[in-house]
Structures are given as structure tokens and as C-alpha cells.
């Protein structure tokens, strides 16, 4: 079909473990490529793709819609601002509720071979952010992980021993507390129930099910090229949905926190109609009161960054001096992250990214020290255009 109809763009959407062939057939037919993230799920697929970019002359985009949040691009300004000074470290936390989290654990992403597990499906949205908010990579990643809550063992305390292997049918379905009901979705009926007959792909899979080979609790120890240290948790199992990322500097620190859902109900299911998303940005210099930013207004799905990133990719946007459009080069070095930490959970070693990335430019970013180098005794709010607006905040969390 893109032989014959020669399209400007293809847009990669297949599972992400077909990413590659995918990717790497566009280029070579002469397309550009838009693609879901992550890039792809291991290191040799990494280097196909880089390989054929550069044999074809064309280009991939990866959609980071994180990057474009209008939150996470205040942030991204604050720590170019150099308010806080040189970043030093990093404490990064995200989860998931049992709503979202339950998901990997159904579908083909609950499969290492088909999607890498979280540290690469999930994870390559956080250490892009990571790496795109302090403008360098890893050189060096240390990880644990396990599965404790998506298990057998987790059915049989909850009561759910007489479960089947789908949510359609099973015994235990009024009982259980992370089920999907597919028929009573109209659009997941079409897309998937009804369908079933023609791929025999599943979409209500038992998460509690022996078959699952991915964990839904992981920890990593990020050693980055420019000496930040970044500690990152992720769970899949949490009773709230968000996250909550402080930079540690050597002027200052700064605190970025979003709770996008506050609990999930008895049964399992969503609030209706949903509460509002609620996100704070907390600046903290050195020797002085906190302050919490004003936030620009977000529309729209992940926090407002779906919108802004279709602009930027369909409409002309301009790719500005933040660097929001994320090529190749962005979308092979966080996928790496997530690659190096499998290899590190399968090794209990620390594992270096000099061997796994051989061959892949870097990313071009800006580098630190961000901002003009002002003495702490000079601190001026009036220099830091962010500032204007802000409150004092009364309690600085911790």
C-alpha cells in the first residue's frame, strides 16, 4: 500500500514489538514516520532503525505527548532558568491505580517479548521526560522488580479462586474488583469482542493469570553523563493515579506533583463524572520562601499534552527553543533505559549504556549549566518570569 499510494507519512500504531519492521519498511519505501512510543523494545531494533534513517535521508518522530504538557513544560523552563541552580539530583515516582494499572496485565503487553514490560512500554514516556528535562542521558542503570500484586496468589486472598482466564465468563467476575467487562462497552465490543473470531485476540485476560512474565512494581538507579542521580519508582497497583518528581540543585529545588485520579470506586470502576486533575509546581530557592507557580491552562487528554503535540506534528508547529519533537536519537536513548534496566533485573548487576547504544547518536539537547550564573546573595524574583503570579506556598512538600 505505500508502495502504491507514496504517502508523505505513515503512522506506526501496531503492537511494539512490530515497531521496527514497521518503521524500517516506511523509510526504505520513502515515507517519514510518525510513531507511537516506545521506539521500539531492544537494542538491536534501536540500530535498524538509526541505520535506515541514515541510509533513506528521511525522518521518525516518536509522540512524546508528555513533553508537551503545558505543566511539564513550565518545569522544563523553570530548570533551563537555572533558578535552581546545577541540578544534582533526582526523585521520580509515578503510579498507576488499579483502574489503568490492570490493563498491562490483560492485554499482549502483559508479555516481556511483546512489549518489554513496564521499564519499556510505560517507562520510556518518564525517562524521556527525565532526559529531555535535564538535557543529558544515562551512562549507567542499576534496577530491581517484581510482580506482587497481579498474581495468583493476590486472587486467592481477594476470594477469587474460582476465576477463569477471561473476565467474559469467569465465575468470579461480580467479585472481582479489576475486571473489564467487553460487552458493555460499545466501543470495545466493536473493536475487539466482535473481532475476536477473525484475530483471536483477547482483550479481557485474567490479570491475576500464572501466564503474565512482566512485573508491576520496579525500581532504578539512573546514573546520568552530566553526574545527576535519579532515583525512579514505578507501581501499577496504587489506589491513586499521578505522580510526583522533585529536582534536587545546588541553589534551590523544585517539585512538580499531579494527581490525575484520587481513588478508584468499590467496584472497581471510575468516578463519574471524573474529578479535575489537579497539579502544583513548588519552587524552592536557597535561602528563601517557596513559591507555587501559577500553571498555564491544559485542555484536553495528558494534561492538555495531546493537543499541543498534534499542532507541533500535523499543523506546522515550530519546534521551539524547548525542543519538544522528539526524534530517533530521543526515542532510542529512553527506550535504552528501560532495555539496560531488563538487562539489569535479569543480571542483578548494573548495567552500562556504552555497549548497548553503540552506534546511536546522542540526542540534541540543551546542555547544563542551565541559565546565567547569578550569586545567591543577588537573588532577584524579578529576573525569572515564571515567578510572576506565583504565591508564597505555606508548607513546602517534602
Known sequence: ??????????????????????????????????????????????????TALQATGRSVTVAFNYRYSPARSLLKQVLMSGIVGHVTAVNFEWQLDTYHGADYFRRWHRNRANSGGLFVHKATHHFDLLNWWLGSVPQRVAARGRRVFYRPETAEAFGLGDRGERCSACPAFERCRVKLNVAADGHLRAL??????????????????????IEDSMHATLEYQNGVIVNYLLTAYSPAEGYRVVF???????????????????????????????????????????????LPKAQGLHSGGDKVMLEHLFRGGSNDGYGHVADERAGAWSALVGIAANASLASGTPVSLADLAAGI????????????AIAWQTFDPACYPFLAGARMAEVWPL
Do not use: W
Request: aromatic letters at 6%; hydrophobic letters at 35%; glycine letters at 6%.
Open 248 to 294: 534536587h540543585g545546588t541553589r534551590g529545588k523544585v517539585a512538580l506533583e499531579t494527581v490525575e485520579r484520587a481513588y478508584v470506586r468499590p467496584n472497581g470502576g471510575l468516578v463519574h463524572p471524573p474529578l479535575p486533575e489537579h497539579s502544583s509546581i513548588v519552587v524552592h530557592p536557597q535561602f528563601s520562601r517557596a513559591y507555587e507557580l501559577a
Open 1 to 50: 500500500m505505500v508502495r502504491e499510494k507514496s504517502p508523505d507519512r505513515v503512522i506506526v500504531t501496531v503492537p511494539d514489538h512490530a515497531h521496527c519492521a514497521y518503521i524500517v519498511r516506511a523509510l526504505e519505501l520513502g515515507a517519514d514516520v510518525i510513531t507511537e512510543k516506545p521506539l521500539t523494545v531492544d537494542a538491536v531494533s534501536c540500530r535498524r532503525i538509526v
Open 192 to 213: 475487539y469482542a466482535d473481532n475476536e473470531i477473525h484475530d483471536g485476540y483477547f482483550r479481557d485476560r485474567c490479570v491475576f493469570s500464572s501466564a503474565i512474565d
Open 361 to 372: 547518536p546522542q540526542p540534541d539537547m540543551p546542555q547544563e549549566p542551565f541559565g546565567p
